[in-house]
């Protein structure tokens, strides 16, 4: 892909919103088993048992079979998100379904079949398969939680996507259910880095710039153009607009995931508090790679980073 051809596709993603609101979106990912057998569960069996549920119309699948509950913005996020997923714990027990919101799969691989074989998954798995095996272990067989906040305008927003990005390696560590080489995190390091960018490559010079060099030098594996390969990176702040979507973070318990929103959404919608981080953390751009090793193998002195006022919010 050419930068100048990315260039005004990838703008739009950084556009930005046009109020300084502060709503938060979560999307929660399961790993599915039968609760007699623990053995993988074909989508349309876990589809039509939820089918009646309040939840039915956020459910969607990942490649290898994980339920992800994707909500709108609401009040009280975390609560929602605790009610839908009782409403599908109940739904899927009559159909002797388990959810787990855990960030590994501890099946082995043979076990995990893909199960999304539209042409692009199936394209996907090719590439991911040409580097290691780390590709189709994340594809199939980790689950994570991910945030989503509004995106301001002006410098506030520039703010918001810098902070995120120098401040995901500490968060990530703070709220990390897995670690060591069999880690989520460290599987995500090995899936490729020329397009999941867990270093400072994104936050060199002007964004829109530096993500479309980003994207330009990420191998082009699906048959669309510049729009359909933007869509096959996977960076761990994605800009998407209007938003911001944290992609960093484990798999939480439902319960705890308020602790998760509290902490990332003191960060971007307080103004002080974010750019204290900010001078705080701009120190360790040139080390940023370093860090995201650091927090994957689990390093303690990665969580012993964070500012003061980010530990009391956590």
């Known amino acids: 892909m050419d930068t100048k051809e990315l260039r005004p596709i990838v703008a739009d993603l950084f556009a930005r919103g046009r109020r300084r609101t502060t709503r938060v979106a979560i999307e929660q990912e399961f790993l599915v ?30 490649p290898g079979g994980q339920l992800e509950l994707s909500l709108p913005c609401a009040p009280d996020p975390a609560g929602a998100l605790y009610a839908f997923t009782d409403d599908l714990r109940q739904h899927l027990a009559t159909a002797g379904i388990r959810i787990d919101a855990l960030p590994c799969d501890r099946r082995p691989e043979h076990e995990v079949p893909l199960q999304l074989t539209t042409p692009r998954y199936v394209a996907m798995h090719r590439h991911f398969d040409s580097i290691g095996s780390a590709g189709r272990r994340m594809m199939r067989r980790t689950a994570s939680t991910q945030v989503c906040l509004d995106w301001w305008p002006g410098s506030a927003g520039l703010e918001q996507w810098r902070v995120l990005n120098l401040a995901g390696p500490f968060l990530a560590a703070r709220f990390a259910r897995s670690s060591g080489l069999d880690g989520r995190l460290s599987t995500w390091l090995r899936v490729d880095p020329a397009r999941t960018g867990f270093d400072e490559r994104l936050l060199r010079g002007d964004p829109v710039t530096s993500y479309a060099e980003f994207a330009a030098g990420a ?37 705890e995931v308020g602790r998760v929103v509290k ?6 919608y307080d103004d002080d508090l974010r750019r204290r981080t900010l001078r705080e953390l701009e120190p360790v ?25 980010l530990e009391l919010v956590a």
């Open 219 to 255: 191998t082009a594996f699906v048959t669309g153009g510049p729009a359909d390969h933007l869509t096959t990176l996977f960076p761990p702040v994605r800009p998407r607009g209007t938003y911001l979507e944290v992609r960093f973070l484990d798999a939480q318990q439902p319960a």
């Open 285 to 309: 751009l040139p080390r940023l790679a370093d860090h995201w090793q650091a927090a994957a193998m689990g390093d303690s002195a990665v969580v012993d980073r964070l500012l003061p006022d």
């Open 263 to 268: 902490a990332l959404a003191n960060l971007l």
């Open 33 to 62: 088993a039968d609760t007699t057998t623990g053995a993988a569960v074909p989508i349309e069996r876990v589809r039509r048992a939820v089918s009646t549920a309040h939840a039915a119309p956020y459910v969607s699948f990942e």
